[in-house]
C-alpha cells in the first residue's frame, strides 16, 4: 500500500511558476513509476507527464519545455515544476504511482493517487 500526499499549488499569474512534491509513503518508492495528471473542470484527467523507475522522463506536448518533472528516490518525493504558466494549465492535479517499469499515460493503468491540489493561472 502506497499513500501520496501532495504540497504545493495556488495561484499565480500568467508568465508564473510553481512547483508541486508528491511525497509516498513506504519503503518502495523506487519500484514505482510516478505521473502527473490534471482535470479541468468538464474536462477528463489529462496526463501531464511521469518519470520511470529507471530515471527516464516523458512529457505530455502540451507542457513540454515548460514543465520539468524530477524524482528524489531518497526523500521519496516527485515533483513538478511549473513555468510560463498559462490560463490553459488551471486544474487540479494529481499524482500517481504505478508499479510498473513502463509508463503509461491512462489514469485507470495507475493505481495510487494524491488528493489532488487546485493549480490557478489568471491572465
Known amino acids: 500500500q502506497v499513500q501520496l500526499v501532495l504540497s504545493g499549488g495556488g495561484s499565480v499569474q500568467t508568465g508564473g511558476s510553481l512547483r508541486l512534491s508528491c511525497t509516498a509513503s513506504?519503503?518502495?518508492?523506487?519500484?514505482?513509476?510516478m505521473a502527473w495528471f490534471r482535470q479541468a473542470p468538464g474536462k477528463e484527467r489529462e496526463f501531464v507527464g511521469g518519470?520511470?523507475?529507471?530515471?527516464?522522463?516523458y512529457y505530455a506536448g502540451s507542457v513540454k519545455g515548460r514543465f520539468t518533472i524530477s524524482r528524489d528516490n531518497a526523500k521519496n518525493t516527485v515533483y513538478l515544476q511549473m513555468n510560463s504558466l498559462k490560463p490553459e494549465d488551471t486544474a487540479v492535479y494529481y499524482c500517481?504511482?504505478?508499479?510498473?517499469?513502463?509508463?503509461?499515460?491512462?489514469?485507470?493503468?495507475?493505481?495510487?493517487w494524491g488528493q489532488g491540489t487546485q493549480v490557478t493561472v489568471s491572465s
Open positions: 518519470i520511470y523507475r529507471s530515471g527516464s522522463i
Open positions: 500517481a504511482a504505478a508499479g510498473r517499469f513502463d509508463l503509461p499515460t491512462m489514469p485507470a493503468e495507475y493505481t495510487y
Open positions: 513506504g519503503r518502495t518508492f523506487g519500484t514505482y513509476s
